[in-house]
């Protein structure tokens, strides 16, 4: 295996520790929600505010993590500069942003059907914000090749975010019944959703605090020249990252308006955002190799030997996923206990998310081409061109097929995307992907899917060991043709 490979490897498993085991704790909770929320319309008030909350972060960020990466990486630019205008042009609109959110929540509320609880508008206003103004100092850190203080704080965010949720759902109900006067004072207890909420502003203001010594480090200068010509490379990543992001949220937007009924629609969110958890692994490894690999292009297309370190990437990123895909899909039969019995009626859905996860990735791995030319115009029209198919298929499907017409929506946008993005990459920046290989691998994992998903012999743990022999199947596969284990 290529020495950058093995350094990509490294990096994405390191960064790894922050976003796949920190979803996965994160994922953890999905249990607990989907447990004492047992009116799944709930947990569909909170798929939808969080659909939002991720859209407006891509808006408050406006593509300059990626614009700090490369002008960091430029030769005639100072690196701290870049770093404080970023902070200075990011941090003032999160600034605003946030006194926006706090001054109109509840005309904001009222039109979003949340008229009753102003205060969610609010506390996701400044989290939202908080989380963006940090995304900058984060992006340092992986520009400066620290993966582990990276690692270090988001999971301490994390965990922040667990142990506060534990604390409102279900020690605070346990002290309300044993001894009120302990919590009488602050704790409603039909409150419920809204400590979700609460207990993200306590997390994303913990982290904003530890982050000050890599924020208070350098001298707050904003350059206005390389500040517009930041803006001229970053602005078009922001078209990017808004059609991008409502390819992954505009279903959970837009679902309570498509729908015929909206009280249906808030239950059926529901069951729909618990089952789009379980296919979260997927994301969870997408994100890891996204952190490392980002930052990796950059430095790899100095590298005489880069575009074909880009095409080993793309071959081992498209084994594990299919890996990935066949684990979480052979295994259903045990994973469907991480929601409750209200919400698994919506696990066939599953897979057909795991796939759309599995064409971000790719497609993700195929924008290399328009960032290291400078053409990021590109990715906005691919990701508009996702996104607009999203919306007419949501539209179109949603009323007859629920949740599942939201699945496939998604699910035919990346696979449109991933295969113009292939066709305009290799003309103007060709890379030899080992198509061919990467095709076996595929067949393979489809085949096996066929036979681990429809073919039932009406007893679990008898599926379950059919379904293991299959992947064992995959896994030797591997390892004779690309994971020999003497090296």
């Given at each position: ?24 704790l994160n994922w953890c909770l999905v249990p ?311 919400y698994r009626q919506g696990l066939r859905v ?64 990346y696979f449109v995307i991933m295969l113009l ?67």
């Amino acid at each position: 295996m290529p020495r950058q490979i093995v350094k990509l490897a490294k990096e994405t498993a390191i960064y790894g520790v922050s976003s796949i085991v920190g979803r996965f704790l994160n994922w953890c909770l999905v249990p607990l929600y989907a447990y004492i929320l047992t009116n799944t319309a709930d947990y569909g008030a909170v798929t939808n505010l969080y659909g939002w909350t991720a859209l407006l972060l891509v808006i408050l960020t406006y593509g300059m993590e990626t614009g700090l990466f490369r002008f960091a990486n430029k030769q005639e630019e100072n690196a701290d500069a870049v770093y404080s205008s970023t902070l200075i042009s990011v941090g003032s609109t999160s600034l605003l942003f946030a006194l926006i959110a706090l001054v109109f929540a509840q005309s904001i509320a009222n039109g979003m059907g949340y008229g009753n609880h102003p205060e969610y508008i609010a506390m996701l206003g400044v989290t939202v914000a908080m989380d963006a103004f940090g995304a900058i100092p984060f992006a340092y850190l992986r520009y400066k090749n620290r993966p582990y203080m990276f690692a270090g704080l988001k999971l301490a965010m994390i965990a922040i975010n667990i142990v506060f949720n534990l604390f409102f759902l279900l020690a605070c109900p346990w002290l309300h019944t044993h001894a009120p006067s302990l919590v009488d004072w602050f704790y409603k207890p039909d409150y419920g959703v809204g400590y979700i909420f609460v207990a993200n502003v306590i997390s994303s203001a913990a982290v904003t605090l530890f982050l000050l010594p890599f924020i208070v480090k350098v001298k707050f200068k904003l350059d206005w020249a390389l500040l517009k010509r930041m803006l001229a490379y970053s602005l078009p990543l922001l078209l990017l990252g808004i059609a991008g992001i409502m390819n992954q949220t505009i279903d959970k937007i837009l679902f309570p308006v498509i729908y015929p009924d909206y009280n249906q629609a808030m239950k059926l969110l529901g069951i729909y955002g618990a089952n789009s958890k379980i296919a979260m692994v997927m994301m969870m490894f997408t994100q890891a190799f996204r952190f490392a690999y980002e930052p990796f292009i950059f430095a790899q297309h100095k590298d005489a030997r880069s575009k074909e370190a880009y095409s080993d990437a793309m071959k081992y990123f498209v084994i594990f996923s299919l890996f990935l895909v066949l684990a979480m899909t052979f295994y259903i039969d045990i994973l469907k206990y991480i929601i409750g019995p209200e919400y698994r009626q919506g696990l066939r859905v599953v897979p057909i998310i795991l796939v759309s996860y599995l064409f971000q990735g790719v497609f993700f791995n195929l924008s290399l081409w328009y960032k290291l030319i400078d053409k990021t115009i590109w990715g906005a029209y691919l990701s508009g061109i996702g996104f607009v198919v999203t919306l007419l298929l949501n539209i179109l499907l949603v009323p007859s097929l629920g949740y599942f017409g939201s699945a496939w929506a998604a699910f035919a946008a990346y696979f449109v995307i991933m295969l113009l993005s292939y066709y305009f990459g290799q003309k103007y920046f060709p890379i030899n992907y080992q198509l061919k290989l990467i095709g076996k691998y595929t067949l393979l994992a489809a085949a096996l899917f066929c036979l681990g998903w429809f073919v039932d012999f009406r007893n679990t743990p008898v599926n379950l060991l059919f379904r293991t022999l299959l992947l064992i199947a995959f896994l030797y596969y591997m390892i004779r043709r690309d994971f020999p284990l003497k090296k």
